[in-house]
């Protein structure tokens, strides 16, 4: 299965975590988003997707152009997994919002994603990107947290390759 990790990074947390995310998936290709184009999407069978939030619940800059050719696109064969970077300390009423939005903006074409992860050990008040008690991707704090970072990367990609089974 040819993977690819696409990434959004304004400050380099989210292309932190996507390399860490790499360095678990050794054969995944890590692609910042706003180097691609249509035919490098095209061709890949599993996408995880990586966007940081800006402001108050906002996409990463890269992602506002990446989402509208995303979404150009007819991806019904492919399978998605999401990660984003979040400050749950001094936004705990839109954390990881941005990866929230991507889900949504996914989930309505009616593509496939996978790779939820628990809300346990986290200390947030309100997430676009919660559903049902569950984050819809691996929710990461680079700012408050670092030190979990490692560990729930290991165990998310553990996680993705069962789910993909």
């Not at 996409?59 to 492919?78: G, I, P, T, Y």
């Amino acid at each position: 299965m040819k993977t690819a990790i696409f990434y959004g990074s304004s400050l380099g947390n989210t292309q932190f975590v996507a390399e860490k995310i790499n360095s678990q998936w050794p054969n995944a290709e890590c692609v910042a988003v706003n180097d691609l184009r249509s035919e490098d999407i095209l061709s890949y069978d599993f996408i995880i997707l990586g966007t940081s939030t800006w402001g108050i619940g906002n996409l990463q800059d890269d992602f506002e152009l990446f989402v509208d050719l995303l979404l150009s696109l007819d991806l019904s064969d492919k399978t998605f997994a999401l990660f984003g970077c979040g400050d749950q300390g001094t936004y705990p009423d839109s954390f990881c919002n941005g990866m929230g939005k991507l889900y949504h903006l996914l989930v309505d074409k009616g593509w496939k994603v996978i790779g939820d992860w628990s809300i346990d050990g986290y200390d947030f008040s309100e997430s676009e990107a919660v559903i049902d008690d569950r984050f819809v991707g691996l929710a990461l704090d680079e700012d408050n947290e670092p030190d979990m970072t490692d560990v729930r990367v290991k165990q998310w990609v553990t996680q993705l390759r069962k789910e993909l089974k």
